[in-house]
């Protein structure tokens, strides 16, 4: 299981070519530099265009730029506008019953809720121009802390 689908991952690359040429591009260009469907990059590029990511111009000089500097948008904003909302698990939906049989019982959903949060909060750090750096040049991107987890006994 990806946390990322396809689509939010060309997403991502698509926004990183923008975001090297802030004179922007078109998806015809995108689809070329990184052989993918052009139709693909083009509803893509509709829906970054939609919520917000990305601004179109039409004309000769037309194409795609970033909306927002990349420094500006969290990581977590794009994954959740393009995907189903994040969770770790399936128990880590926002009702109080999720349909599990298990939920009054269960010894792990509370550190799972933990583990959840943590990430999402990582991901709430990062923006999209910490994704962007060169690979060497960025800092290390992922510290967190799992807490610890009083072991489950199986008596």
Known sequence: MALLSRKTDYALLILQYLHERPHGGCAREIADR???SRAFVANILKELCHKGFVSSHRGVKGGYILHR??????LVQLIESME???RFAECNQPVEDDGC?????CPVKGPIAEIHQRIREMLSRLTLADIFRTPGAAPALISVTVPEVAAVSHS
Do not use: C, K, R
């Not at 500097?69 to 969290?74: D, I, L, M, R, S």
């Open 69 to 74: 500097p990349a420094e500006e948008v969290p």
């Open 101 to 105: 049989h298990l939920m009054h019982i």
């Open 34 to 36: 990184f052989q993918i």
């Open 84 to 86: 189903d909302p994040f």
